[in-house]
């Protein structure tokens, strides 16, 4: 067994007997690991008493070093791709190098590779001694960014001296975790049918060690890692140069813990919390740790301006490349540049939009002025803040630092909204209140685990229903569409199909002036041409 306090190898005697049947009680995170107590062929700088199998190599950065632990697989001088490349192959891959075990890394994490592969749609079952042993075409359609690799360890998955299960990426107490050579089937699902006859694990050799991954059992972190895999392939995102890369380098510039330009699931899913974090202390209004005021008649009917505040200072902070605390061109010049017509390096916004800004209409250019407060095209986090707290003042008529649905519709009929549009308005806002009601009920009482009537953050964090957040999928997409009748008259589609096609033209171009007008009226409010005033607290922060 491995003694992690001293990372030495200790042999000690221990006698494996049989407890009890008992089943996971992992809902879908269940981990099967292959302990073998045996081995004893490994030292500790990972090379083996025996010559590795065949010509097989890592090349960190394309660069062959020794006896790497890291980087992309090359059989025989030639890369290996990643489609089908899993952990059991990254295992036999690290055995035949002489290590104990590995961790498989896609998509050319260290380097992109030549485009002629050895091998691809590998299919290892985790116990040959070769990757030549696994299933594999030779032909393959694969590019450079598509190299498999391995980060290659000195040791199996164990249990050290405390009985603690040590894996690559986790350590699992004693009572979180069984040994098993056997299973049961209790319900296979595909077949609709119960199977009672015990089925063998041969192909995997020793002992298994049945745990739960833990990522897989809560909503929050189980979703964060969906999203960061659809962002990446191999679970860790870098900045970059290129013209996608403006997505994945702002989430780097703010999620990026250590400095290191990378962000790994760990520091992504710190800065989702973070994010988490800043929602839910806005909805404890109480200061009480517990946001079960969510669930009174009144909660998401209203707005404060803190909540759209932190809305939009987390938003420049996203999109501020540069880091001058303001969102112009400048900060995606990356995908902007064939818009730098003069190719001085900038871009302005008459280059952007082919036009000069006083030629739009009235009322878009007075929103313009209105926001960049000195005609820099830069727009600061103070103009942004002013102008929001100014349209707040306005709106907000009863000053108790909320605003809801009638107060923005009232405040759209003093500026001249026809009725029939206010109606329209409420009605898909009603929806929408309705809904995000329903499904923000149903989470905080499913979250509220020790049926205190309290809500942490923690049993947000922790939540693990799967089951509800299933049937919300479901239900959002249909239900959550916005009101058909009510969008189509306030867009200018309620004609579309009748009459002469001039009609529906028509029909458009008098929704668009209704509009227009109305913010042209809102605009002119003299509150914009006053200085901000001290807001529930909040100005000048």
Known sequence: MLDSENNQTEVVKRKLAKLDNKMPTCGRGLQISELNFNRTNLYANGTSQFKPYGSIELRPYNGSVGVAREGNVY???????????????????????????????????????EDVMAMDEIRCRGDESSLYECDYSSYDDCGGGEGAGVVCSDTDVS?????????????????????????????????????????????????????????????????????????????????????????????????????????NFEEFKSKIVEY???????????????ID????????KEYSLEFFEQILKNAVEYFDSNGDKSISTDDFIAVLRFNDRNEDGEVTIYELIGTSLINLPAPLYTAYTLLDEDQDEKLTVDEMLGFLRRTFTIIDKNGDCNINLEEIVTALGASNLKEDFQLGIKLIGQQFITLAKYFVNGFIAKADKNKDTKVTLEEIIKFADFSFIDRSIQIAPSMGYPNGPAFLYLTGGYERGYGPSNSWREQRERIVVVWLTTLNTFLNNPVYQS???TQCGLAGQ
């Open 75 to 113: 059989i025989d001088g030639q890369p290996v791709c990643d489609d089908g490349w899993d952990k059991n192959a990254a295992r036999v891959a690290c055995r035949e190098l002489g290590f104990a075990d590995g961790e498989p890394t896609v998509g050319s994490r260290y380097g992109n590779v």
């Open 159 to 263: 249990v050290d001296l405390s009985g603690r299960l040590i894996l690559q990426t986790e350590e699992v107490d004693a009572e979180d975790y069984c040994l098993a050579e056997t299973w049961e089937t209790a319900r296979d699902d595909s077949y609709d049918s119960y199977q009672t006859e015990p089925r063998s694990i041969d192909s995997l050799a020793g002992t298994l060690a049945l745990s739960c991954d833990q990522c897989m059992e809560e909503v929050v972190c189980y979703y964060v890692r969906k999203l960061l895999e659809s962002l990446t392939r191999n679970g860790i995102l870098k900045s970059g140069k290129g013209d996608g890369d403006v997505l994945i380098n702002n989430i780097v510039r703010i999620a990026d813990k250590n400095g290191d330009n990378e962000v």
């Open 276 to 290: 988490l974090k800043i929602a839910f202390n806005i909805l404890d209004r109480d200061d009480d740790g517990s």
């Open 293 to 300: 005021e969510v669930l009174t008649n009144e909660a998401l």
């Open 531 to 533: 200085t901000p005033s």
